[in-house]
């Protein structure tokens, strides 16, 4: 065990240095008749004792906490798998209720997570101070790393205790991977570095300019900053402004308003610096471990290290110009020709991404609001020539709806004022799928009785679903140099579904709402999207055969580059490469892997 190293004095490179052979202790469990090994949890005897996490946290510089959920200020008492505290604070609480949908606030947390399903909700903000507080699936310390020194440090302590360690930037999640009951959570908030070059110098060909970010920059925080550079420039982000874009965003993939001139994010990046599972820091690019450098570029997030920084190519700033379209319940009531109009829209999506555009929209029951279409590079006379024979069709349709049109010097310009904040605190499961060209020509009818489903996919779930979508294509301008599923570069419409699920559900009814996503909701969009795939960032992680649709023909690969720099297990997120063994078992807390019968 690592703490009894610790107690010996054992320096940190003699950890590395054995972290190749060692073999981690699991607990043995048995669950619904499956035999499992475990990680350690507060009531097994493996967990470290206070004392070892009284040392470890002195060789954190002190920057280690029991995490406490960001609600306990509104209860008397957070009752926590080491004890009871008492936590009730007013202004805290005040606050927490205030702010507990702002993004900002949320990610500012150490252990929060952005949507809260995954927390199991069991330490919400409340009037009444002796409701119950408890940890539901909250991790029970976490490190606020500030040096590298940190990371490793947290990185060899999970592994040698065989704790289960959960990566955490800004909890911009919505599957639950910066969340885990009972684990020892990494926070990366704080490695904020940002360094601008206007001719990059590393390994390859390109030599334009680049930007190196540290893990937890986030995406308004790193455009702002582009905007700043003279002359101003860009980078491929998401269209969230809370977003980590070393983190998750470029390890699954990453979209966003850039993607049709210049690809996902993935393929924006340079370099990376990394710490593996045997504590090794680690420059990955296309000369040195070049491997680690192309599986880090979309194979998944959490999967084959910690990333301290990543450096992106950064591009020119380009005038921009946005449309808004609305068709909601103050235009018409009548559902047949709400639908109608959602279908003439998306009917014009290929004629959007082919021409480079990016659209936003979001649908539910009577509310189609897309806000924006973006085209960078292009003026309102260009744009609206684009999206007149849309009007044209309306008009003749008899489909009411409403417009904006504005034009911008720049992207950041068009971002900052068109793109819409995003909430915070919401319970709901998340799935998705993208639509190809090819599905959009041959079934656009299809496609939006899918729409439908996910809106309402049962008669008890009536106008319950909601569904994001992104029009792009990550191959107009691009061939794929990352993990990222080769079918993506022939993409039309990337659209998340969302079911929401009531605070306080029961297992039973968790795992009705989770069926309804997987086997209604997404089963209708992938019979009406047949050539298209999933994304691991805003996917269903329960989907059958997830490893060909997330990744397609390079999840063999992908999984060979797990096992070379984590074959046992240190890192995990759900539905990633090689996690195939790994299942969290008794209703959504230990994290085991399954044994076979040579191994008892």
């Known amino acids: 065990m690592a703490w009894l190293w610790l107690l010996l004095g054992v320096t940190l490179s003699t950890l590395v240095s054995t972290a190749e052979s060692f073999e981690p202790y699991l607990v043995d469990r048995t669950w619904n008749g499956t035999k499992y090994g475990c990680k350690c949890y507060p009531d097994d005897n493996c967990w470290p004792s206070k004392h070892s996490w009284g040392r470890i946290k002195d060789l954190l510089d002190g920057n280690l906490r029991v995490h406490i959920p960001p609600g306990a200020a509104c209860h008397n008492t957070f009752d926590g798998p080491l004890g009871s505290v008492s936590t009730y604070d007013a202004a805290a609480c005040e606050e927490a209720r205030a702010m507990w949908a702002d993004e900002s606030w949320t990610v500012n947390k150490p252990g929060a997570a952005l949507w809260t ?4 909700d069991t330490c919400i903000p409340t009037t009444n101070p002796d409701e119950p507080c408890t940890l539901g699936y909250y991790g029970v310390y976490v490190i606020e790393a500030k040096t590298r020194e940190h990371v490793r440090w947290g990185i060899a302590y999970a592994r040698d205790n065989s704790l289960r360690l959960i990566i955490r930037n800004t909890g911009h999640d919505f599957i639950g991977r910066s969340t885990g009951w009972g684990s020892l959570i990494l926070n990366m908030h704080a490695f904020q570095d940002v360094e601008f070059t206007t001719q990059y110098r590393g390994p390859g060909d390109y ?3 680049a930007v ?48 049709p001139l210049y690809g996902l994010v993935a393929d924006s990046a340079l370099s990376f610096e990394v710490v593996t599972a045997d504590g090794q820091f680690r420059t990955a690019n296309s000369e040195e471990n070049s491997d680690l450098f192309w599986a880090l570029k979309g194979g998944g997030p959490s999967t084959y290290g910690v990333v301290l920084s990543v450096t992106l190519k950064t591009f020119p700033e380009q005038k921009s110009a946005g449309v808004i379209v609305n068709i909601n319940s103050t235009h018409t009531n009548d559902t047949d020709v709400f639908w109608e109009g959602v279908k003439t829209f998306h009917k014009y999506s290929n004629r959007y991404v082919s021409a480079g555009l990016y659209a936003y929209f979001e649908l539910m029951a009577l509310r189609l609001h897309v806000q924006p279409i973006v085209g960078v590079g292009k003026t309102s006379k260009e744009m609206q020539a684009l999206v007149q024979p849309m009007f044209d069709e309306f008009k003749a349709k008899g489909i009411p709806y409403s417009t904006v049109s504005k034009e911008f010097d720049t992207l950041f310009d068009l971002y900052i004022d068109l793109f819409e904040e995003e909430t915070a605190g919401t319970s709901a499961l998340t799935g998705g799928w993208m639509f190809t060209h090819k599905d959009v020509e041959e079934n656009n009818d299809g496609i939006i009785e899918a729409f439908k489903t996910v809106v309402s996919p049962r008669e008890d779930l009536k106008d319950q679903g909601f569904l994001i979508g992104h029009l792009w294509d990550a191959g107009l301008n691009t061939k794929s140099n990352s993990a990222t599923n080769p079918r993506f570069r022939k993409s039309t419409d990337f659209a998340i579904v969302a079911l929401p699920v009531p605070i306080g559900a029961s297992w039973a ?7 309804v996503l997987t086997n209604i909701q997404d089963a209708a969009m992938k019979k009406a999207g047949p050539n298209g795939c999933a994304y691991i960032n805003e996917g269903d992680p329960y989907q059958s055969n997830w490893q060909d649709h997330f990744w397609g023909p390079e999840y063999k690969k992908l999984v060979q580059i797990r096992k070379k720099y984590d074959p046992n297990g240190v890192f995990y997120a759900v539905a990633t490469p090689g996690t195939e063994d790994w299942e969290v078992i008794e209703y959504g807390t230990r994290l085991c892997r399954r044994r076979d019968d040579d191994e008892e």
């Open 117 to 120: 399903y995954f927390t199991n």
């Open 212 to 259: 190196t970010l540290g893990a937890g920059v986030q995406a308004r925080q790193l455009l702002t900053l582009a905007n700043a550079q003279n002359p101003p420039v860009t980078v491929i982000t998401g269209e969230c402004p809370t977003v980590g874009v070393a983190g998750g965003l470029v390890q699954g993939g990453g979209h966003g308003p850039l993607t």
């Open 207 to 209: 030599k334009g300019g």
């Open 509 to 515: 009814h968790k795992e009705d709402l989770q069926n």
